[in-house]
């Protein structure tokens, strides 16, 4: 089969589709990372290192958050992990709407240029992933591009969302009932109800940024009656509901991971998919004022949040049970996709607990907006979502490419990356409590966080190093693979039962499911 | 590294508004405790289970399938809600040290200097009661409640004073506070933590904590130095 451009931009089947967001987010990944070692390099020392102007830092640091996060994390896993797995895992030829299907990934696309003009227009943006005002409304930066950036990519997962509820509600297979769904398929559902929900929020959030910087509005203007903390309440109502639109893909396909390579059944099902995935939902609402626990909201909307935002514990902890039961008595290998699975358990661990200390209102009144924060969400969200992502890249290796990847320089990247990221995340957190404030450019004033700086500078190297053989192992393994058979992995779930990489309309015929159908049935006669 | 050791392990027992007079810094040090004895539990109940299973479930044959069973029922209910309740109960215990503390931090004792703060670009601007003005560097007197009331003269900025466990943010057309207690002459950092630009990183001050007469000293010399010479009005 010769390569079609042509074939692969207007392609409407969903495998192409998700390939076609792998694509985009991994540029997405790459160019966001580079950020982060150029920042490395600037504050290995104290003074300027690689540049003078601060602003150049703000500009690194604004594409490296905006990038992962609308760019990367978003798209890759409601984007590439739900195109390609939901309609192989319920048994579906394709999405319900392929046709825009291909819209919201060109709209994806859109927003990743426009993301990437941050590096050739003359005044780029410098309003970090947040976007303040007043700041962002007086810039020289040009605050458009985030606004634009932000409506395209939105307006991509809106379309997306109705696209992926529609399929799973009505494409299952016959005979597939709402309790035989992947955790992937569950997760997916409930990340696009929050996205549904929220992202209009977001969208008119930096559409009035928009129009009070250049149409002269004063939504946030306090000397013409507005309020700068409507933005900051608009911002986070949607963002940190956004957090589980990427807490939730990527703890689903770690779930399927973990019962793959450990062959058994997810532990607890129901009381991980109702109470865990479905608490999660219920309240991502209902806990945006810890961002403003420094900015003067009045104390019993502080500490009522504090409340439901501990609360959260309780859907994340029955979620981490159900996580590690499905280890108990299972068969475990571990495998690459394994590993990623299984560090995913550890830093989201760690990240969960580093959680707690800022959610607790009085102790975030110091480490609010310190290293403490940024070392904690990378943990929690960052490093755990990535991991979830790799960890599925060389799950679903085998299927999307026909080939297999191979296990040493899987592992291998692998030790580099886990090891990386302890050796620049922990430091970080250590460096918050010593109070060095974020997104600072400089440190001079902190000398007692000079040699943790240094520290973690070096571990990016060690990340780097990892992300490189990692990045090998993928075009390695395209090149001199051995073909994949159709389920390397032993897997009950429907996507294996398809040729390694799946025919247009992926089945042959669509399958009908028994009662005693699951997609982890393993060690058990009724599984197929 | 020992006494801290010890404060660890007997956090639990260490009534948190017990500080006598109350103090923020105090305060945060102590439910710091409080949560790293409660997250050290998690976190070494959940790492050792997941390190065990992962010793004692590896594959030994490469056909070899899981063994769980599936739960009954009432085993799937119990799974669910001992869990939850045990979590809320963790949630509520938490929330409810925070809450002692929080009031710490909001309730300003009423024997106390009391200070504006306009923050800007990128500068803090103090003014003492008595209409003595300064620019980064605030002085107070040693053994005294400082209370802050802060805004911002144009974007959003966070005075934030590590040594003291504060900060808050400075709003255009808010006014927000924050007190500290200073109780030893020294000096201490401040710093900016809200992004604001370019120079974010460069906006600091310091606290100048002095002995009591020293500070009288300066702010009546600074008063005189004011009537003597006040400033023009603004044209």
């Given at each position: 089969?010769?390569?079609?451009?042509?074939?692969?931009?207007?392609?409407?089947?969903?495998?192409?589709?998700?390939?076609?967001?792998?694509?985009?987010?991994?540029?997405?990944?790459?160019?966001?990372?580079?950020m982060s070692?150029l920042m490395?390099?600037e504050l290995?020392?104290?003074?300027p290192?690689l540049t003078a102007n601060p602003n150049d830092y703000n500009v690194w640091l604004y594409f490296h958050g905006a990038a992962?996060?609308?760019?990367?994390?978003?798209?890759?896993?409601?984007?590439?992990?739900?195109?390609?797995?939901?309609?192989?895992?319920?048994?579906?030829?394709?999405?319900?709407?392929?046709?825009?299907?291909?819209?919201?990934?060109?709209?994806?696309?859109?927003?990743?240029?426009?993301?990437?003009?941050t590096f050739?227009v003359?005044d780029p943006p410098d309003i970090m992933w947040t976007g303040y005002?007043?700041y962002s409304?007086r810039t020289a930066g040009n605050t458009?591009f985030y606004?634009?950036?932000?409506?395209?990519?939105?307006?991509?997962?809106?379309?997306?969302?109705?696209?992926?509820?529609?399929?799973?509600?009505?494409?299952?297979?016959?005979?597939?009932?709402?309790?035989?769904?992947?955790?992937?398929?569950?997760?997916?559902?409930?990340?696009?109800?929050?996205?549904?929900?929220?992202?209009?929020?977001?969208?008119?959030?930096?559409?009035?940024?928009?129009?009070?910087?250049?149409?002269?509005?004063?939504?946030?203007?306090?000397?013409?009656?507005?309020?700068?903390?409507?933005?900051?309440?608009?911002?986070?109502?949607?963002?940190?509901?956004?957090?589980?639109?990427?807490?939730?893909?990527?703890?689903?396909?770690?779930?399927?991971?973990?019962?793959?390579?450990?062959?058994?059944?997810?532990?607890?099902?129901?009381?991980?998919?109702?109470?865990?995935?479905?608490?999660?939902?219920?309240?991502?609402?209902?806990?945006?004022?810890?961002?403003?626990?420094?900015?003067?909201?009045?104390?019993?909307?502080?500490?009522?949040?504090?409340?439901?935002?501990?609360?959260?514990?309780?859907?994340?902890?029955?979620?981490?049970?159900?996580?590690?039961?499905?280890?108990?008595?299972?068969?475990?290998?571990?495998?690459?996709?394994?590993?990623?699975?299984?560090?995913?358990?550890?830093?989201?661990?760690?990240?969960?607990?580093?959680?707690?200390?800022?959610?607790?209102?009085?102790?975030?009144?110091?480490?609010?907006?310190?290293?403490?924060?940024?070392?904690?969400?990378?943990?929690?969200?960052?490093?755990?979502?990535?991991?979830?992502?790799?960890?599925?890249?060389?799950?679903?290796?085998?299927?999307?490419?026909?080939?297999?990847?191979?296990?040493?320089?899987?592992?291998?990247?692998?030790?580099?990356?886990?090891?990386?990221?302890?050796?620049?995340?922990?430091?970080?957190?250590?460096?918050?409590?010593?109070?060095?404030p974020r997104r600072y450019f400089d440190?001079?004033?902190?000398?007692?966080?000079?040699?943790?700086?240094?520290?973690?500078?070096?571990?990016?190297?060690?990340?780097?190093?990892?992300?490189?053989?990692?990045?090998?192992?993928?075009?390695?393994?395209?090149?001199?693979?051995?073909?994949?058979?159709?389920?390397?992995?032993?897997?009950?779930?429907?996507?294996?039962?398809?040729?390694?990489?799946?025919?247009?309309?992926?089945?042959?015929?669509?399958?009908?499911?028994?009662?005693?159908?699951?997609?982890?049935?393993?060690?058990?006669?009724?599984?197929? | 590294?020992?006494?801290?050791?010890?404060?660890?392990?007997?956090?639990?027992?260490?009534?948190?508004?017990?500080?006598?007079?109350?103090?923020?810094?105090?305060?945060?040090?102590?439910?710091?405790?409080?949560?790293?004895?409660?997250?050290?539990?998690?976190?070494?109940?959940?790492?050792?289970?997941?390190?065990?299973?992962?010793?004692?479930?590896?594959?030994?044959?490469?056909?070899?399938?899981?063994?769980?069973?599936?739960?009954?029922?009432?085993?799937?209910?119990?799974?669910?809600?001992?869990?939850?309740?045990?979590?809320?109960?963790?949630?509520?215990?938490?929330?409810?040290?925070?809450?002692?503390?929080?009031?710490?931090?909001?309730?300003?004792?009423?024997?106390?200097?009391?200070?504006?703060?306009?923050?800007?670009l990128w500068?803090?601007?103090?003014?003492?009661?008595?209409?003595?003005?300064?620019?980064?560097?605030?002085?107070?007197?040693?053994?005294?409640?400082?209370?802050?009331?802060?805004?911002?003269?144009?974007v959003?900025?966070?005075?934030?004073?590590?040594?003291?466990?504060?900060?808050?943010?400075?709003?255009?057309?808010?006014?927000?506070?924050?007190?500290?207690?200073?109780?030893?002459?020294?000096?201490?950092?401040?710093?900016c933590?809200e992004f604001c630009g370019m120079m974010h990183s460069k906006m600091?001050?310091?606290?100048?904590?002095?002995?009591?007469?020293?500070?009288?000293?300066?702010?009546?010399?600074?008063?005189?130095?004011?009537?003597?010479?006040?400033?023009?009005?603004?044209?």
């Amino acid at each position: 089969m010769a390569f079609s451009l042509k074939e692969w931009i207007f392609t409407t089947d969903h495998k192409r589709i998700g390939v076609l967001y792998l694509v985009g987010s991994l540029a997405a990944f790459a160019a966001a990372g580079l950020m982060s070692l150029l920042m490395r390099y600037e504050l290995h020392a104290p003074g300027p290192d690689l540049t003078a102007n601060p602003n150049d830092y703000n500009v690194w640091l604004y594409f490296h958050g905006a990038a992962m996060i609308l760019g990367f994390q978003i798209p890759a896993l409601t984007g590439f992990l739900a195109n390609y797995c939901v309609p192989l895992m319920i048994g579906a030829r394709d999405v319900a709407f392929p046709r825009l299907n291909a819209l919201s990934v060109w709209l994806f696309y859109a927003g990743i240029v426009l993301a990437l003009a941050t590096f050739v227009v003359p005044d780029p943006p410098d309003i970090m992933w947040t976007g303040y005002p007043p700041y962002s409304t007086r810039t020289a930066g040009n605050t458009a591009f985030y606004t634009f950036t932000v409506l395209l990519i939105g307006f991509s997962s809106i379309l997306g969302g109705i696209n992926f509820l529609t399929t799973v509600v009505y494409m299952r297979a016959p005979g597939m009932g709402w309790n035989q769904l992947n955790m992937f398929v569950w997760s997916v559902c409930a990340a696009f109800v929050i996205q549904l929900v929220f992202v209009p929020v977001l969208g008119v959030a930096v559409t009035m940024l928009a129009f009070d910087k250049y149409l002269g509005t004063h939504f946030f203007n306090p000397a013409n009656g507005g309020d700068v903390l409507i933005y900051q309440n608009l911002f986070w109502f949607y963002s940190h509901p956004a957090v589980y639109v990427i807490l939730l893909p990527f703890l689903g396909i770690t779930f399927d991971i973990l019962a793959t390579f450990a062959r058994n059944r997810v532990f607890n099902y129901k009381a991980a998919v109702y109470g865990g995935i479905g608490g999660v939902v219920l309240l991502s609402g209902e806990v945006w004022v810890h961002h403003l626990y420094t900015a003067g909201v009045p104390d019993w909307l502080r500490l009522g949040q504090m409340v439901s935002t501990l609360l959260i514990s309780v859907p994340v902890g029955l979620l981490m049970i159900s996580m590690l039961g499905t280890l108990y008595r299972g068969s475990i290998s571990f495998r690459t996709p394994m590993l990623y699975a299984l560090a995913v358990n550890f830093t989201f661990l760690i990240g969960g607990l580093t959680g707690i200390p800022l959610a607790m209102a009085t102790l975030d009144l110091h480490l609010s907006d310190t290293y403490f924060v940024p070392g904690h969400f990378h943990y929690v969200m960052a490093v755990s979502g990535t991991f979830a992502i790799f960890g599925a890249i060389y799950y679903l290796y085998p299927k999307m490419t026909g080939r297999m990847y191979s296990e040493t320089l899987g592992w291998a990247g692998f030790i580099f990356t886990f090891a990386g990221i302890n050796l620049v995340f922990l430091p970080m957190m250590i460096a918050g409590l010593y109070g060095m404030p974020r997104r600072y450019f400089d440190f001079e004033q902190f000398p007692e966080v000079a040699g943790l700086q240094a520290f973690m500078s070096a571990g990016t190297v060690v990340i780097l190093i990892g992300m490189l053989i990692t990045l090998w192992s993928w075009i390695h393994g395209l090149v001199w693979g051995e073909k994949a058979p159709m389920n390397p992995w032993g897997s009950r779930s429907l996507e294996w039962t398809v040729p390694s990489p799946p025919p247009p309309g992926n089945f042959a015929a669509i399958p009908t499911l028994t009662a005693d159908w699951h997609p982890y049935a393993y060690g058990r006669p009724g599984g197929t | 590294m020992k006494g801290y050791a010890k404060g660890i392990l007997f956090a639990w027992a260490v009534p948190l508004a017990a500080a006598e007079p109350p103090d923020p810094a105090r305060a945060w040090d102590a439910l710091w405790r409080v949560y790293l004895v409660d997250a050290g539990v998690i976190f070494v109940v959940f790492a050792a289970l997941g390190a065990w299973f992962m010793l004692r479930y590896r594959r030994r044959a490469p056909d070899e399938q899981g063994s769980a069973p599936e739960l009954s029922r009432l085993a799937a209910v119990g799974w669910a809600l001992v869990p939850a309740f045990a979590f809320m109960a963790d949630d509520f215990y938490l929330a409810a040290k925070t809450w002692q503390a929080w009031n710490v931090y909001r309730e300003v004792p009423v024997e106390r200097l009391e200070v504006k703060l306009e923050a800007a670009l990128w500068r803090w601007e103090f003014t003492y009661p008595n209409g003595v003005k300064s620019t980064n560097e605030l002085r107070v007197p040693a053994g005294k409640p400082v209370l802050l009331r802060m805004t911002s003269l144009d974007v959003v900025h966070s005075y934030f004073l590590p040594d003291f466990r504060v900060k808050e943010d400075s709003m255009p057309g808010r006014v927000t506070y924050l007190w500290f207690y200073p109780r030893q002459p020294g000096e201490h950092l401040a710093v900016c933590a809200e992004f604001c630009g370019m120079m974010h990183s460069k906006m600091m001050g310091k606290v100048i904590v002095l002995p009591p007469e020293e500070f009288a000293a300066w702010y009546e010399g600074e008063a005189r130095r004011l009537a003597a010479a006040p400033p023009k009005p603004e044209a």
